[in-house]
């Protein structure tokens, strides 16, 4: 499966414990790449097919392919 | 009790009358009704009729029988017309005719884009002071003639790309939000120019940006202490999709710190084929303020997305967003461009003003004042929500 970037979201009562996340998610095969403790987000990368076990560790309470933003072309008459 | 500015503003009789005929009536009868009550002189108008615009106002009256509408003309005697087409039982109503105006449209001008008039923002080229406003986007051209010498903080989240602005969208919405008065030829087109600018480049100059740059973004915002943060980007959310809990948490973060987000409801609706999207992420989010977008009718623009869905997926307040003249990078300099985008920015101007006329004013209290302070709008409150943002009448600088 293809290499995918992820983003996990976890819960408010593990917001404390990161970086034991962190290491239960390694453990899974998540590659680290950025956390967000005050907000309790993880970034990562990894097989997409790791997804669903990331979304059932302990203290997750999501985990989806990390999305993005893409605006409009510039051209006025499309709406921004 | 009657109410004399009521009464001023009521609307103006021409001295003429509006008759409405029962359905079916045929036209022959219907002739014969008005010419009964105003004699001679009765003209039958259909669509077809070349002079159809051209209604000589000395004409007693005019039928327009194919949708059985008679106009009795001031020139006769109204009263008497009014009394005798009463006694006619094919007649339903009989009413004055009143004059007509066009509905407010806001033009720009050579002081001022039509934005910044329909929100009242003041004339005050240092309204807005002491606020710091981030426009998290595609970054500010620093070159830009209009910011020139002004104290900018800037920052990139992009990997790879300086807060330079390579797209434009980012250099409009920080003009709409906090852009200086330019000298020459140019309106005004910030709405709050003295406020503090902070722009977090979270959107690449090709226009997309990762989440994470953009989480990164609005957390930057929130512990450099923006009273207000302005992010005209998102993206679509399905039916029922509930708010994302990341931007939630920031959301709530924000407030409890003393900062307002505010965020474009989204451009997904189709309303001329009767399609109507939700507002999208992170706009959705019950602790982030979503701005839809208003023509210069004060209609809901087309592309504006509505209220869909509950818990934090209502529109909350609308503003200026189509035909918005605002900055863009050099050498162009200036564009005209529409969306909710547009109208964002304005809420971020409009916020910085009220801001900066009162301290307290800040995190929930500030998104309270917004919404109660905006102008009512004649349109469903799923689009619009509480309405037209409104700059505080004397604005503190």
């Known amino acids: ?80 | 009790m009657t109410n004399p500015l009521l009464d001023a503003l009521r609307p103006q009789p021409t001295g003429g009358l509006i008759v409405t005929f029962k359905e079916g009536v045929e036209h022959a009868h219907q002739e014969g009704c008005l010419r009964d009550a105003v004699g001679a002189g009765v003209r039958t108008l259909s669509a077809d009729d070349p002079c159809i615009g051209q209604i000589n106002p000395d004409v007693p009256s005019v039928l327009i029988g194919s949708a059985g509408i008679g106009v009795v003309s001031d020139a006769v005697e109204t009263q008497a017309a009014h009394q005798r087409l009463l006694t006619h039982d094919v007649v339903q109503d009989v009413r004055p005719e009143f004059w007509m105006f066009a509905l407010d449209v806001f033009e720009d001008t050579a002081e001022a884009t039509w934005g910044l008039q329909a929100v009242g923002a003041p004339a005050d080229e240092a309204a807005g002071r002491g606020i710091k406003v981030c426009v998290l986007d595609t970054g500010i051209d620093l070159g830009h003639p209009d910011y020139e010498g002004r104290q900018i903080v800037a920052r990139s989240f992009v990997t790879g790309e300086t807060e330079n602005d390579g797209n434009g969208h980012g250099t409009h919405c920080a003009g709409s939000a906090a852009g200086r008065s330019p000298s020459g030829n140019v309106p005004r087109y910030g709405v709050a120019p003295g406020a503090e600018l902070y722009v977090g480049k979270v959107l690449g100059d090709q226009g997309s940006g990762r989440e994470r740059d953009i989480l990164a973004g609005m957390l930057w915002a929130i512990n450099e202490g923006c009273e207000v943060i302005s992010m005209s980007l998102g993206r679509a959310v399905r039916e029922g999709e509930l708010p994302s809990q990341d931007y939630e948490r920031l959301g709530q973060m924000a407030l409890d710190r003393g900062s307002l987000i505010i965020a474009a409801a989204g451009n997904d609706s189709a309303r001329r084929y009767g399609y109507v999207a939700p507002v999208g992420a992170p706009a959705n989010s019950v602790s982030i303020m979503a701005v839809a977008a208003v023509d210069q009718g004060l209609d809901v623009a087309e592309f504006s997305s509505s209220g869909v869905n509950g818990q934090g997926g209502e529109v909350n307040v609308a503003a200026p967003g189509v035909g918005v003249f605002s900055s863009v990078p050099m050498p162009e300099l200036y564009r005209i461009l529409r969306g909710t985008s547009m109208a964002c920015p304005h809420v971020a101007g409009v916020a910085a003003l009220w801001a900066a006329r009162d301290a307290n004013l800040r995190g929930q209290r500030l998104w309270q004042r917004l919404v109660d302070s905006a102008q009512s709008l004649p349109l469903a409150e799923r689009d619009v929500g509480r309405g037209l943002a409104q700059a505080p009448s004397v604005a503190v600088s």
């Open chain 1, 1 to 80: 499966m293809a290499d995918i970037a992820i983003k996990v979201i976890i819960r408010a009562d593990q917001m404390g414990q990161t970086e034991v996340l962190c290491k239960r998610l390694s453990d899974i095969g998540l590659h680290v790449d950025t956390t967000m403790p005050e907000i309790g987000v993880i970034f990562g990368h990894g097989d997409a097919g790791i997804l669903a076990d990331v979304a059932k560790a302990e203290g997750v309470i999501s985990a989806e392919a990390e999305g993005g933003v893409v605006l409009a072309p510039m051209p006025k008459d499309t709406p921004k």
